[in-house]
């Protein structure tokens, strides 16, 4: 399979990248580290056009929302079988702003709020057409940045993937997983 990924080169991006690729996925990076911009919309959206996935992970303002339209209307125009992956956070979630050393209440609420818009846009998507399949993911605190006490990301990735790989003949819309301090006994 042929897979997009936007902010491939950190964090959760980097992640999906490796884990994928070591599974035999053809990976598409998109970074900036990379010089790619996905808030040059178009161009970022040709270079996701002929994958079968995309991993709609890097935010840059609302450039992650504008990117989501216009690949699904580039795909949904294919009539193929191609997925989204859309990366919100659970802080979308909340009414109030959670805070994040190093980052000013403002910030915070217009990161939520740019979010938000992305969650929103895919439950418009989702019921439009039969293809491309899209779906919310929803990290929690996930260790990608110094100051994070959350989930391992390798960890993380590897539940999301095996979420989708275990569950493969149904469509999971919306998926949170978040960090917890101890196993839950089964």
């Not at 997009?4 to 070591?22: N, R, V, W, Y």
């Not at 035999?24 to 970074?31: C, D």
């Not at 191609?82 to 979630?93: C, E, F, P, V």
């Not at 109030?96 to 979010?115: C, E, F, I, W």
Request: charged share 20%; glycine share 6%.
């Amino acid at each position: 399979m042929k897979i997009a990924i936007t902010g491939h080169k950190h964090g959760i991006g980097k992640a999906f990248a490796e884990q994928l690729s070591a599974r035999g996925h053809n990976i598409v990076g998109i970074s900036r580290s990379d010089g790619e911009n996905i808030r040059r919309v178009p161009h970022t959206a040709l270079l996701i056009e002929p994958c079968d996935l995309f991993i709609n992970n890097a935010q840059s303002q609302f450039a992650q929302t504008e990117l989501l339209y216009e690949v699904w209307e580039r795909w949904n125009k294919q009539d193929q079988k191609k997925w989204i992956w859309n990366i919100g956070t659970q802080m979308s979630q909340s009414v109030t702003n959670d805070t994040v050393p190093g980052y000013t209440d403002v910030a915070m609420s217009l990161y939520r709020t740019q979010k938000k818009a992305l969650e929103e846009a895919t439950q418009q998507l989702q019921y439009k057409g039969k293809w491309p399949k899209i779906s919310m993911i929803r990290p929690g605190d996930v260790n990608t940045q110094s100051y994070s006490n959350g989930s391992d990301v390798n960890e993380w990735v590897q539940s999301v993937i095996g979420m989708f790989t275990q569950h493969n003949n149904m469509h999971i819309q919306e998926l949170s997983i978040g960090h917890v301090d101890k196993r839950i006994p089964v």
